[in-house]
């Protein structure tokens, strides 16, 4: 590498989370760290210092030392400092060794050893590292140095440690799959460590608990109190002895013991103080119920800032501020620390809202359907606790088996994706997201990005994370009542049983119409209905068993279905008449379902008031309306299949040369950015292997004269200007020119679409196979997605487009395009010859490494595309450029983003 004065990357300032969950602060180190520096190594024991220098140092080797960390960054020097309430306490650091690696120092304060801060140091240092060209970290740790060999063992497999001359010479890869699988493991331990004292407690206080019903926080009080807490319970006012029945203190200063969690509910202008004594009560965390701060004006959005800021430096974890507060149903706890109006059964639900009344809604539905949750937490602003914490708490939390959110806004969606994809192949995760504009107004104007808008994304990212997205409220609430409990069905066949026919046709209806199939029953199924329920209206499925049906027919005849493994899911319709007993009916089931615990089973009762709203032992839902259970049953049907895939890999793929596409971004955000001219973009996608049509530019009528020549005709003469989208609407686009005359004429016509000086773009006709589009859109939250659709002029009329978030895996390629509405056509629709769809899937896979690599691709467009049996090449293609900076991050355990 050659040594460069002005870095490409610098290490970033973040918050991150300490093993034990504490909260640590890294940044670049200063030049006006010296001092600290110095007393961090001075102070430290000689043990600690040997270790590091493998000798006790002397004064002047300290201070060369200090000043080496001092020196200013450059792509071959990193130093990163690690603050614990304004105080260093390590510093990691890398230099030039060889070629592209470069040799790492670590130094951790004695006092704060044990607790992860080294392997975040290193972890950090090697993303830094990576981002600058090194791909290998190395050093020499002495054998005793256990602690510097474990961080270097933990932070991936990839990590080698070899004695030599005494010493170990260790080597860390700075980019490897297993270690961003380690650093997920690492912070979700971390996570969990940190949001403990918030859901875990042994002892809260509430600050603003007043002295009359009514008030926020008195109320917080009385439900934290009447649900039983089992830790210890104080409330802080200082004019009252008790409030509600629970013993009063001044301040949070004159607490008879240590609290976890303080919930705060005072006006926002106190509410910093009051962190402030929390934090010297030893408080790991803390909800504010206030409003007045980053939902208001420009003061709360600076209070709420000073509110973080105290809170990271204290290593508090905040939940709010402006929420409805927290519960947790753990028998051990029985925390509810919120004022919502009623508490919700126990069960296997976790909840997060942004939304107080949705919260409300939530816990209401829940008390009213006996669909128990483990855990609710109003995020309110976000200004710490995000639902990214609270899904790596819950990730390995046993009391939790299925995830609900609300969501108005991400805040790392990136992350988001990474960690619910893994989530959800362990339980549940369904969300409701508002429609409201994430990412504001895109900048672009091509086929890809128009048609990109904010909630496409979001379905992108739900659709591979396997998010079970609700439209609405109810929606979600209904899915989560069979998600919970219930086993997954095994597939898509469903029966319906009822004593009601029109409500077993509009139930048969919904189902087709969501996917799932209502398969006619074979014919042993058929003998065996006829036998237990000869009086029904036909043995077919749906069932009819009539409005007549007794108890034990329509028993006898559920579990034969039951039985008979022709179904996946079975749906059970009873509808109140004065001619049948509903709760004789509901008796006799019971047990039916509760002897096919593995079969996925709901129920629909119309017409009896006061139906319990579950059946049997093992609380199979009922709802009230046909369609509600199976849009349910639809959900827990499109989760288990995306369960039963595998996960895909990603492929290593030939011919690329990043680092030369890499050096045409650079030159062309040197020159301004915006829309390349074709030779550029026609460099960077030569280097990922995508496939062009041949092309030559034009600047005069003559020269495309003797580029048709050159090719051949018949021709294709297109307009150069690279800001120019929709050419064939302007006059920009010629086809099928057959001589010299006719590209003469055509010539000033279609340039003139365009800014002069641009001149034209000279093709060879090509013809045969089916028209497709790709391309790229970036979005600075949510990264790079790759689109694929059917293309050509009628792009935007069909809209048959899939999107997809990188990475692409292989499965997601073939996913893609299967996906689209006109996929039969590259199959061999109506005796056409089939495209190579393996190439097709190459391509996607080529765009979407592209895409991983440069982020500075703000938007590609690659219309048409055609598709053969021979392969495929794209005959038009325009890129645009857009620095991609101070972007979240999928993996750094990182708190700046919430």
Not at 150 to 164: E, I, K, N, Q, Y
Not at 458 to 473: C, I, K, S, Y
Not at 709 to 724: I, M, N, S
Request: aromatic share 4%; net charge negative.
């Amino acid at each position: 590498m050659t040594t460069s004065t002005v870095p490409r990357h610098c290490v970033t300032t973040v918050d991150a989370l300490t093993a034990d969950g504490g909260i640590v602060h890294l940044r670049p180190v200063r030049p006006d760290d010296a001092p600290a520096l110095s007393a961090l190594y001075r102070c430290s024991s000689a043990d600690g210092l040997r270790m590091r220098f493998f000798a006790a140092p002397s004064g002047s080797t300290l201070d060369d030392e200090v000043h080496r960390l001092c020196e200013p960054p450059t792509n071959e020097h990193q130093a990163i400092a690690a603050e614990l309430a304004g105080s260093i306490v390590g510093v990691a650091s890398y230099e030039p060794y060889d070629g592209p690696r470069a040799e790492f120092a670590i130094f951790i304060d004695d006092a704060q050893r044990g607790r992860g801060i080294g392997t975040l140091l290193l972890e950090h240092l090697a993303d830094t590292a990576r981002r600058c060209g090194i791909t290998h970290l190395v050093g020499e740790v002495l054998p005793g140095n256990t602690a510097m060999l474990h961080v270097a063992r933990d932070l991936t497999a990839g990590s080698r440690a070899t004695l030599h001359d005494g010493l170990f010479d260790v080597a860390v890869p700075t980019e490897d799959e297993d270690a961003q699988r380690a650093i997920a493991d690492r912070e979700r331990h971390a996570e969990r460590a940190s949001l403990r004292p918030l859901l875990r407690p042994s002892a809260v206080a509430v600050v603003g608990a007043g002295r009359h019903p009514g008030g926020t926080g008195h109320e917080t009080l009385r439900a934290l109190r009447e649900y039983g807490f089992t830790g210890h319970l104080y409330a802080i006012n200082p004019h009252a002895d008790t409030i509600a029945g629970v013993p009063a203190h001044p301040s949070l200063k004159e607490l008879p013991g240590p609290v976890d969690l303080v919930v705060i509910a005072v006006p926002a202008p106190m509410v910093v103080p009051v962190l402030a004594d929390a934090a010297a009560a030893g408080a790991r965390a803390a909800v504010v119920l206030s409003a007045g701060f980053g939902e208001s004006d420009g003061l709360g959005r600076t209070r709420q800032a000073e509110l973080v800021r105290l809170a990271r430096d204290h290593g508090i974890r905040l939940v709010g501020p402006n929420c409805l507060g927290v519960l947790s149903t753990d028998p051990e706890v029985r925390l509810n620390a919120s004022f919502a109006p009623m508490v919700p059964p126990a069960g296997g639900l976790a909840v997060a809202s942004q939304s107080g009344a949705v919260g409300i809604a939530v816990i209401e539905h829940a008390a009213r359907t006996g669909c128990g949750l483990s855990a609710f937490v109003s995020l309110g602003n976000k200004a710490d606790v995000s639902g990214n914490d609270l899904l790596a708490y819950w990730f390995d939390d046993p009391a939790t088996t299925a995830i609900a959110l609300y969501l108005e806004s991400f805040g790392n969606p990136r992350k988001f994706g990474r960690l619910v994809r893994a989530l959800s192949r362990r339980k549940p995760v369904l969300a409701v997201k508002s429609g409201r504009s994430i990412a504001g107004k895109r900048a672009g104007a091509s086929h890809t990005a128009a048609a990109a808008v904010p909630d496409v994304t979001v379905d992108a990212l739900f659709a591979q994370a396997g998010v079970v997205r609700a439209e609405t409220l109810g929606d979600l609430l209904d899915a989560a009542r069979l998600l919970t409990d219930q086993p997954l069905p095994a597939g898509d066949r469903l029966a319906v049983v009822g004593n009601a026919g029109g409500l077993n046709i509009l139930a048969a209806d919904a189902a087709e119409a969501g996917h799932l199939r209502v398969p006619a029953p074979s014919a042993d199924l058929r003998q065996r209905l006829t036998t237990v329920a000869p009086g029904a209206a036909g043995h077919d499925n749906p069932l009819d068993l009539g409005a007549g049906a007794t108890p034990r027919v329509f028993a006898d005849a559920v579990g034969a279905v039951a039985a008979s493994g022709e179904a996946d899911a079975v749906l059970l319709v009873l509808v109140a008449t004065r001619a049948n007993d509903v709760s004789a009916t509901l008796a006799a089931l019971a047990p039916i379902v509760d002897a096919h615990p593995a079969l996925t089973i709901a129920a629909v009762v119309i017409g009896a008031p006061g139906t319990p709203p579950t059946l049997g032992r093992r609380r199979v839902p009922v709802f009230d309306l046909p369609e509600r259970a199976v849009r349910a049953l639809r959900h827990a049907a499109r989760y288990a299949a995306w369960r039963r895939e595998p996960l895909g890999g990603w492929p290593a793929l030939p011919d690329l040369d990043p680092d030369t596409a890499r050096a045409c971004a650079a030159e062309g955000l040197a020159a301004g950015g915006g829309w390349q001219p074709h030779e550029r973009t026609a460099r960077i996608l030569t280097a990922y292997g995508i496939p062009l049509a041949p092309a030559a530019i034009a600047l005069d009528a003559d020269a495309a004269v003797a580029a048709a020549g050159r090719f051949g005709y018949p021709v294709a003469l297109k307009c150069a200007d690279p800001e120019l989208v929709h050419k064939s609407d302007t006059g920009g686009v010629r086809l099928g020119l057959t001589d010299a005359d006719q590209v003469r004429s055509a010539f000033a016509g279609v340039t003139a679409a365009g800014r002069p000086g641009y001149g034209a773009v000279v093709q060879p006709m090509l013809s045969g196979g089916v028209e497709l589009s790709c391309g790229i859109v970036h979005d600075p939250l949510f990264g790079s997605l790759v689109m694929a659709g059917l293309g050509g002029v009628h792009t935007d009329l069909l809209d048959d487009r899939v999107f997809r978030l990188v990475p692409l895996t292989d499965l997601d390629a073939g996913r893609m395009w299967r996906a689209l509405r006109g996929a039969p056509l590259l199959t061999g629709y109506r005796g056409s010859p089939p495209a190579d769809t393996a190439a097709v899937e190459d391509l996607l896979l080529r765009v979407g490494r592209l895409a991983e690599d440069l982020p500075e691709v703000a938007e590609l467009d690659l219309n048409p595309v055609l598709a053969g049996p021979a392969g495929v090449v794209a005959l038009d293609a325009k890129l645009r450029l857009h620095p991609a900076t101070g972007e979240p991050d999928p993996i750094l355990r990182d708190l700046r983003r919430p």
